[in-house]
């Protein structure tokens, strides 16, 4: 398997465009927030790689101190379980991507994403594309818990045929609402 070169200052005898770099650190950084997020070490990502990407080469592309290819940023994302696209660094004048942003809402609703991969039926597949796609905007992979932010729960209501004052009721009926134990 062929290994990519490593990042230095300078490429034959063109300088590297700073930006490069810059860019690197930043696809590095998503890199680490996505391996975190899914609770992985560096070595737990070499194990279920079964290999494929040693702990010191992750390491090195968290950094940024490494270049990853467009085949490897592929086959990390695959397995993560995320769309390749959440590896890459966000562009600062794409706001709605940002997964930081804060909702106004005072009481967030906490879906149990576990329970809903047990639900059958046309409401619990709706839900599921919908929230997987609230996943994917935010860059939100862990799996188990999604906050549902104020502008949400109106399409909630539709999909579940309820009022919008009815939703954390019908989502409680549901056993939907995320209950952290105790």
């Not at 070595?43 to 090195?60: L, M």
């Not at 794409?94 to 967030?108: E, F």
């Not at 999604?146 to 009926?173: C, G, N, Q, S, Y």
């Amino acid at each position: 398997m062929a290994r990519s070169p490593r990042m230095s200052n300078t490429k034959g005898d063109e300088s590297i465009d700073p930006a490069d770099v810059d860019y690197s650190r930043r696809v590095g950084e998503r890199l680490r927030a996505i391996r975190r997020q899914k609770k992985l070490s560096l070595h737990e990502v070499d194990e279920v790689s079964k290999g494929e990407f040693k702990a010191s080469v992750v390491g090195a592309y968290e950094r940024g101190e490494r270049a990853i290819s467009l085949p490897r940023l592929q086959r990390l994302a695959d397995v993560y379980s995320v769309p390749v696209a959440q590896l890459l660094p966000f562009e600062e004048s794409d706001p709605g991507l940002d997964p930081d942003s804060v909702s106004s809402r005072s009481r967030k609703l906490a879906i149990d994403l576990v329970r809903l991969s047990e639900m059958t039926g046309p409401s619990a597949e709706m839900l599921t594309r919908f929230l997987a796609m609230i996943q994917l905007q935010r860059g939100d992979f862990n799996g188990k818990v999604l906050t549902i932010r104020a502008h949400d729960v109106r399409a909630i209501a539709a999909m579940l045929d309820v009022p919008l004052e009815d939703v954390t009721a019908r989502l409680d009926a549901l056993e939907l609402l995320y209950r952290p134990a105790r």
